[in-house]
């Protein structure tokens, strides 16, 4: 989110001239998030200041929208009382994520001004594991009960609405709070001509929840695999605890592609962004993978080592390492990402694991063989003689193949043992194949250059 120049001079010509009017219709008469927008420029005191001339629903609405970082440095330096106040207004899961990022004795000190009934919810959601459905969700929804009548339902909506996030769906429950059924509002108000009609007559009775254990990622999954609007979310008696919307939803899968395209480029996933992240964190978790890659890239030039006597015999066989290593570093990078980006999407699964293998295999074929045409014409034009020419194609096309299969192999293998297959970044398939492509290209070499030389 970036601040818009053209209304900051406004607003802040509205705070020194103390224009209530005005901040209070600034406030009400744009979308939430635009208004948020419009305000990045100014600093968490201004911000407030203006907040301050509109009603708590918009008030909690436009701080709602505002950065993470912003957020925080409001909760940590306003007054205690006025934030407490604000974060029992705020969705049950936005507060939560708001106190974890905030200072600790900061929260300390909220923390007893905030009224009971948020300060119990506050705790209770903070106790669930981060990354699980528990940590998203909130506990605001519609809960009826399975003996209601479609009349007493619409009456206890009425009540919740002005409470609730969502009433998309209405959950029904027993005595004990066990999920029984769900319906839509639809549903609902399309019986209102029957109204001692019982919510369990017209109700859905299998419904799809998920555990409170749960990972997020899985959940996503699952509410996208539906299409649903909101997830209920219970524990192991089948007891419900609360929902995950679909605002929710979009917010894990955001940041799960965003931990994922740091992986695939070896970086360790930051826990903040990238602005905010220390700068010394932020070496430290580029660092670390770099680290891991130049010792590989160690294997590279140790390869080379090795094979020095023959590479000095051969000197024209330096000038096509740079194309041996790229083509087999790219090809197993290019198979890599796809085959993480479709298992990310649900694409394909571990059942699928030898159909990957063979497709990528066929693709390693084809992909080779062009390439290593390729190659053939520039060595041949090089060297003018067809047996030291055989050499780039024969090496290319094994060098592709082991591109493919490795980078297809090595992500499955890691959702096998219940990793991230974006572990296995294209980086770091990429240093593998550089060692195997070395291997590969002298002994294609050996085998096809060094009868001729030693028969002579």
Not at 199 to 217: A, F, K, N, P, T
Not at 261 to 286: E, H, I, M
Not at 338 to 349: E, F, M, N, Q, T
Not at 422 to 439: R, Y
Request: proline fraction near 4%; charged fraction near 20%; aromatic fraction near 8%.
């Amino acid at each position: 989110m970036t601040s818009n120049p053209l209304y900051l001079p406004e607003l802040r010509e509205m705070l020194s001239s103390s224009d209530k009017e005005g901040m209070r219709e600034f406030c009400e008469a744009v979308h939430p998030a635009a208004a948020a927008e419009f305000m990045e420029g100014l600093s968490a005191d201004e911000s407030w200041a203006v907040l301050q001339h509109t009603g708590p629903a918009t008030r909690t609405a436009i701080f709602s929208f505002f950065e993470s970082a912003k957020q925080v440095e409001m909760i940590e330096t306003l007054d205690r009382e006025e934030m407490a106040e604000l974060i029992g207004e705020l969705a049950p899961d936005d507060r939560v994520d708001i106190l974890k990022d905030s200072d600790t004795e900061v929260v300390a000190e909220l923390m007893p001004l905030v009224p009971a009934d948020e300060r119990r919810d506050i705790l209770r959601l903070r106790s669930f594991p981060e990354g699980t459905a528990g940590a998203v969700m909130t506990t605001e929804f519609a809960r009826i009960h399975e003996t209601a009548t479609v009349q007493q339902a619409l009456d206890e909506i009425a009540v919740q609405a002005g409470q609730l996030e969502t009433i998309y769906y209405l959950y029904a429950v027993d005595t004990s709070d066990h999920l029984r059924g769900v319906l839509s509002a639809r549903q609902l108000l399309s019986a209102i001509g029957k109204p001692n009609l019982s919510v369990g007559e017209i109700m859905e009775r299998h419904v799809v929840s998920v555990d409170v254990d749960e990972d997020q990622e899985e959940v996503a999954d699952k509410v996208a695999r539906y299409d649903l609007l909101a997830m209920p979310v219970v524990d192991q008696e089948h007891r419900l605890l609360g929902i995950i919307t679909y605002d929710d939803v979009l917010d894990v899968m955001r940041e799960e592609a965003v931990e994922d395209a740091q992986r695939l480029g070896a970086v360790d996933p930051l826990q903040d962004s990238y602005l905010n992240t220390p700068f010394y964190t932020l070496a430290w978790k580029r660092g670390m993978w770099l680290t891991i890659l130049f010792l590989g890239a160690l294997l590279t030039a140790l390869a080379l080592q090795y094979y020095h006597v023959e590479l000095s015999r051969w000197e024209w066989l330096v000038l096509f390492i740079p194309l041996v290593i790229s083509s087999g570093g790219n090809s197993g990078s290019q198979s890599a990402t796809l085959i993480i980006a479709a298992l990310s999407a649900g694409h394909v699964s571990l059942g699928d694991s030898l159909k990957i293998v063979r497709r990528e295999l066929l693709q390693g074929l084809l992909l080779g063989s062009f390439l290593g045409l390729i190659g053939f014409v520039a060595a041949y034009g090089l060297r003018g003689n067809v047996g030291d020419a055989l050499v780039i194609p024969a090496t290319i096309l094994l060098v592709v193949l082991s591109g493919t299969f490795f980078g297809a192999v090595l992500p499955l293998l890691f959702e096998r043992l219940g990793q991230d297959p974006a572990l296995m970044s294209t980086p770091f398939i990429a240093g593998i194949i550089d060692v195997l492509g070395i291997l590969i290209y002298m002994t294609v070499a050996l085998t096809l250059l060094a009868p001729p030389i030693l028969s002579g």
